[in-house]
């Protein structure tokens, strides 16, 4: 293979030398005239507009879960992040409600829309978890659960007649969320990581940040990289999964300067200099969710929705996915677990 | 689950989230990435397959072509030759691979010369459901061929026997889309009679050709409808650069007349074109869901998995 077409010996890549002044649409909106540009354009290009289409047609799932004691804001968090009341505490849940004896695993879905692109989000909850006496192992439940949508999808796929599209429960990403003491990470929260860490991406978070000064606040951040780099806890973004250069760069600046993200969350609005914005009001001031100055709220959003969306994904299906899988298989003697093709199978495909 | 629409501007209004970036993440991956594409072309030897590819996509697949006498072409079986080229525009990159296949409908009796081709897809995607079942999933390689240029000759009455059989035992197998080839030996009327014999045959004979998607609602319905009833595409391709008007195209000359490849009027090829490069998506996407999912569930049956 060549790199670039050729013409023949006295033509130069015609390609190449097309000056390209109008923007082609994915099916042109009148047939082509001639015109000198046809002569090097082939088109090849719009193959990226027919794969966003594509993704806006079919909307996409986001599964994100949130781990860490009750009370430390994990549910406004949430509905912060996506706008909307998604969470456990919009949906019948009682702030009164006893903590439960073990860990539970709730997931609550939405589909919510935005600029013509829609999303299937569901939000996992996971109540009771280090809220006992004893905790120990409390982070079983939820490995299990994650494992168990890995093998919800593996079913599905050696399948013989399987789902155009396999719906994706599988969690994309876990939000740990730190309790803001401001001395060091308890053991807990390294216990929890250490074992989920290899099978989930795991975004900690600092949560109620408005009860650290800004000193207080880079202290504990230091402190808590430092000690989550000791214990080999790798989180998301995982450095051995940075493609190329650009990521690395763009990632390690995530991972030495900005996480874990300290952030503050309300779904309440305020009057601020003309503006309605989130925030929580106290008598010494509005605090701004927004506001970079007050918290890092939207590095976050910022960091989890609007730049690496799609990377998490990938990452859960090509690492975290196959790593199960390949377990799996190697557990099974190298064959795809059996399945048998059930009616539901059957009719679903019809 | 709860139907919460929520709809916002787009702007950093108080309401909008962001994830209506979300297409512009998988872009700019996929554009790190590139695509692979394999265009198949089978047809008769002399029905200008070649110049058709190189014209295509302005390139020269086949700097040191060999063409064969007739004598060596009576011993000959199906080849299957694949050639692949990368192409770059506008910072998107193609990985093209382009299956020719010599020696088709050359042989006297030509009986037997579409089991290779049909043995190769099969093979391809063969070989994608091993590496699909397989642990190391990380870079599959796609090789299965996501399209099927099949030439006819203009100068029958349509499809011959051949044709039919092969289309018919290759229509579950690989997106067919069916050319005219060598256009130019033919005045507008007789192209337009010999496109209705040909869809007339298709549709007699039960031969499923590739349908083009409906329209979405901003493209343009009159212009897909349009190009829909040009199928089977009459082109015309050409290596040569012909000065006209001032102006170099692609082009035969004939004592009467320059015959301009990229000239609407004349041809298909810039139809037949767009189609290929606006449906690259589509193609593979068919490829995918529908042909090599009836392949794998046909094999994971046969094996008793």
């Known amino acids: 293979p060549h790199v670039g077409p050729v013409e023949s010996k006295n033509e130069a890549a015609m390609s190449e030398l097309v000056p390209e002044a109008r923007q082609k649409p994915v099916v042109p909106m009148k047939p082509m005239g001639i015109n000198a540009s046809l002569l090097g354009y082939i088109g090849i290009d719009t193959i990226i507009e027919q794969m966003r289409k594509k993704t806006m047609k079919t909307g996409f799932d986001f599964n994100i879960m949130v781990v860490g004691q009750s009370g430390l804001g994990k549910s406004t968090l949430v509905n912060t992040l996506f706008k909307s009341q998604v969470s456990r505490k919009s949906s019948g849940w009682n702030r009164e409600e006893k903590i439960p004896k073990t860990v539970e695993i709730k997931a609550i879905g939405h589909v919510i829309e935005e600029g013509g692109v829609k999303m299937k989000l569901t939000v996992i909850d996971t109540p009771g978890f280090g809220d006992q006496i004893n905790n120990e192992n409390c982070w079983e439940p939820i490995e299990k659960y994650i494992n168990e949508q890995y093998e919800k999808f593996l079913k599905e796929e050696v399948n013989i007649a399987r789902k155009k599209r396999i719906p994706d429960t599988r969690v994309h990403c876990c939000l740990y969320f730190i309790s803001p003491t401001g001395h060091s990470l308890r053991p807990l929260d390294l216990e929890f990581m250490k074992h989920l860490s290899k099978v989930v991406n795991i975004i900690p978070v600092i949560a109620k940040a408005d009860t650290m000064t800004l000193e207080e606040k880079t202290e504990f951040k230091q402190r808590v990289r430092k000690e989550l780099e000791v214990n080999g806890i790798e989180f998301y973004p995982q450095k051995e999964f940075d493609e190329d250069l650009e990521d690395k760069t763009e990632n390690d600046k995530i991972r030495q300067e900005s996480m874990p993200f300290a952030v503050v969350g309300s779904d309440k609005e305020y009057q601020v200099n003309g503006k309605r914005v989130l925030g929580r009001k106290t008598p010494w001031g509005i605090i701004e969710v927004e506001n970079l100055t007050h918290c890092e709220f939207a590095l976050l959003r910022d960091f989890v929705i609007r730049t690496h969306l799609q990377d998490l994904k990938e990452v859960t299906h090509n690492i975290h996915y196959e790593t199960y899988r390949a377990k799996r298989l190697n557990d099974n003697g190298g064959l795809p677990p059996m399945t048998v093709e059930t009616e539901e199978n059957h009719e679903s495909n019809l | ?305």
Request: aromatic share 10%; with cysteine.
């Open chain 2, 1 to 305: 689950y709860i139907q919460s629409v929520f709809s916002c501007q787009f702007s950093d209004s108080a309401g909008y989230v962001g994830f209506a970036n979300l297409p512009n993440q998988v872009h700019r991956k996929s554009v790190k990435k590139g695509f692979e594409f394999t265009l198949m072309v089978v047809g008769e030897s002399g029905l200008g397959k070649s110049t058709l590819i190189n014209s295509l996509f302005l390139t020269d697949l086949y700097p040191e072509r060999y063409i064969p006498g007739a004598a060596e072409k009576i011993e000959r079986t199906v080849q299957i030759e694949a050639s692949t080229v990368e192409i770059e525009e506008r910072g998107v990159k193609l990985r093209l691979t382009v299956v020719d296949t010599p020696g088709y409908g050359d042989a006297i009796n030509s009986q037997d010369c579409f089991k290779t081709i049909i043995q190769y897809i099969d093979n391809q995607f063969e070989r994608y459901l091993h590496d699909e079942s397989g642990l190391n999933r990380r870079h599959i390689i796609d090789n299965r061929v996501h399209c099927c240029f099949y030439f006819i000759s203009p100068f029958g009455h349509g499809l011959k026997p051949l044709d039919v059989e092969f289309m018919k035992a290759l229509h579950g197998k690989v997106n067919i889309v069916p050319v005219i080839a060598k256009a130019d030996t033919l005045t507008l009327k007789e192209r337009e009679r010999l496109k209705r014999r040909v869809l007339d045959e298709i549709s007699e004979h039960g031969i499923r050709i590739y349908q083009l998607p409906d329209a979405d609602s901003d493209e343009d319905e009159e212009f897909k409808e349009q190009t829909r009833a040009s199928i089977p595409f009459a082109v015309i391709g050409s290596n040569q650069l012909i000065e006209v008007k001032g102006k170099k195209i692609r082009g035969r000359l004939y004592p009467w007349g320059v015959v301009e490849v990229e000239n609407p009027e004349h041809n298909d090829f810039l139809k037949l074109r767009t189609m290929l490069v606006t449906h690259m998506q589509d193609l593979q996407e068919v490829t995918q869901d529908l042909h090599y999912e009836n392949f794998r569930s046909e094999r994971l049956k046969r094996t008793g998995k």
